[in-house]
């Protein structure tokens, strides 16, 4: 419905003057803001901290720069291309070596209890004071900013009782003259629509299907509480578009009490780039939102998590994203590399962490086929990886830059280590403990080895020799094997080496073995020349005798 009654030149005078005054900003701002052609300059005022500058614009500009206390921010646009960039300003805590190291441990054990006191003993930032603005480049230069436009009503000359008596002398003259259908008693109603404003129409405007118009070069709402004591007075002011040359096109919340900006929204927008349902679900590009934030775009949809490295804390940037080749997490600070990926079609439970925190690979529990244990106090009856499969499970190593590779297989209960290179099982572990090795080379460097002592040879031998040796099976064996050896109860009785009585290490024997041999050959030397002594003997003897043979008559 078009709408053509504006309302008397008087009235408006007295809106302007009940709307149109605003409140000084920028008291409590970081840095005052110098615009030329090469880029932008922040003189601080009075931070007790370092700061932090980032600016971002087109073709997904971003760039970071660090200061130090009392040193002037400056943001260069050589080479930049042109479009609107916006920067933001945060007060940066500036630290000792010492100090960081011991926040970066907080933060590993989870202890936030340095933080809290570094903040009181203000060493660290709140992080609630930011400024932020925005500049231009065109044709490679920022577009300098001019004076305010024209029409902007900053009411710092003016205070409270002079602003109030202008109200009232407007009101008085709008209401002598005053006429048509208006109607004011106590409450103002206005039927049909309002326009407000320097360049309102005097007559003949159109509406369409506006209620309240603002039609100027500069458009601000200020809503001005003035409780007084216990009652909450904050200020906020709504703003449509900067008043600088150059400035950003951008409505606004304003908390003009504080002097922040909480809510900004550019010029050119997509539609629905922030959208609420009726159910309370938020839309980031989408009217349609279907869980409690529902984020839509044509190309990889992207939640950013950025640690700015103002609260004292190392800078660091996480992406989480998804598109059609996969879920994924990216670091996009060093080298945006993927080290967390998910491809679209996994299986429900591909990974499931357990309320033991033991991880599950392709099941929830004990139907798993891989289950990794990392808390070794759970009640879990096993420890470690656990690979389970109906059939032959692998597990398979190749090298790179290599045509070969190394298979682990479980066969029937069978462990199976084989290398591809010549198609020989290079060592096999049976269910009953049946170990098959091509060669098994045991370490004996006298480097890893102290607390040396003699061996009486003889006495291994003497003990070897009283040992049981007896011929047996593995109940364990379902083939009955027959084996000829000593228990490990006797080995341990007689000798007195390994780790109990229940296992012979291969060591062990190979040492008793070695220790008897050398007694052997010992003793086979001593017999060896007890008989030649003797041979020699008999030498004689039969000599002895031949020579009396000789003499007989």
Request: net charge negative.
């Amino acid at each position: 419905m078009c709408r053509s009654h504006p309302l008397p030149l008087a009235l408006l005078a007295v809106l302007l003057l009940a709307f149109g005054l605003t409140g000084v900003a920028g008291a409590d701002d970081l840095a005052g803001v110098e615009v030329d052609a090469g880029g932008l300059t922040l003189q601080p005022k009075g931070s007790d901290f370092g700061l932090l500058l980032t600016v971002s614009g087109p073709e997904d500009i971003l760039e970071r720069s660090h200061f130090r206390r009392g040193e002037a921010p400056r943001f260069d646009v050589q080479g930049l291309p042109d479009g609107l960039y916006t920067w933001e300003l945060r007060e940066e805590a500036q630290l000792e070596p010492a100090t960081r190291s011991a926040l970066a441990a907080a933060r590993e054990s989870g202890d936030t209890s340095l933080v809290r006191r570094l903040r009181a003993e203000g060493s660290l930032p709140t992080g609630d004071r930011i400024q932020s603005g925005s500049f231009t480049i065109l044709h490679g230069a920022v577009i300098e900013p001019g004076s305010a436009e024209a029409g902007d009503r900053d009411p710092v000359a003016a205070d409270d009782a002079a602003r109030t008596g202008a109200v009232e002398a407007a009101a008085e003259e709008a209401l002598s003259n005053l006429s048509g259908e208006q109607f004011i008693s106590g409450d103002l109603y206005v039927h049909n629509s309002a326009c407000i404003g320097f360049d309102c129409p005097t007559s003949g405007g159109t509406f369409g299907s506006d209620t309240i118009r603002l039609s100027e070069n500069n458009l601000r709402i200020h809503f001005e509480d003035t409780s007084v004591g216990s009652f909450p007075s904050t200020d906020w002011r709504l703003v449509a578009n900067d008043s600088a040359s150059g400035g950003a096109n951008r409505f606004s919340i304003e908390d003009s009490t504080a002097n922040r900006t909480p809510f900004t929204v550019e010029g050119s927008a997509p539609t629905n780039s922030l959208y609420v349902d009726a159910g309370g679900r938020v839309g980031l590009g989408t009217a349609n939102p279907v869980v409690e934030l529902h984020v839509v775009d044509g190309d990889s949809p992207t939640l950013r998590l950025d640690q700015d490295g103002s609260s004292g804390f190392q800078a660091q940037r996480w992406d989480i994203a998804g598109n059609e080749t996969s879920f994924f997490v990216r670091d996009a600070t060093n080298g945006s590399t993927l080290p967390f990926r998910i491809q679209p079609g996994a299986p429900s439970n591909g990974i499931f962490i357990l309320n033991d925190g033991d991880v599950v690979l392709g099941g929830t529990s004990a139907d798993a086929d891989v289950r990794l244990q990392v808390n070794a106090n759970t009640s879990s009856n096993f420890g470690g990886l656990r690979v389970k499969n109906t059939g032959t499970g692998n597990i398979q190593t190749q090298f790179a830059g290599n045509s070969w590779e190394w298979r682990q297989t479980f066969r029937s209960g069978d462990l199976i280590f084989d290398s591809q290179e010549d198609g020989a099982n290079e060592l096999t572990l049976t269910t009953g403990g049946v170990l098959t090795v091509t060669t098994l080379v045991e370490t004996s460097d006298r480097n890893l080895k102290e607390n040396f002592a003699p061996v009486t040879g003889s006495d291994v031998l003497d003990r070897l020799a009283a040992l049981p040796i007896q011929r047996w099976n593995f109940k364990e064996d379902t083939t009955d094997t027959t084996h000829i050896g000593p228990m490990a109860q006797d080995f341990y009785a007689a000798f007195g080496v390994g780790a109990d009585d229940r296992h012979i290490a291969a060591t062990d024997a190979h040492g008793v073995a070695l220790a008897a041999i050398q007694a052997l050959y010992q003793r086979l030397e001593e017999r060896e020349a007890l008989l030649e002594k003797v041979l020699e003997q008999n030498q004689a003897l039969a000599e002895r005798v031949s020579a009396l043979e000789a003499m007989e008559p």
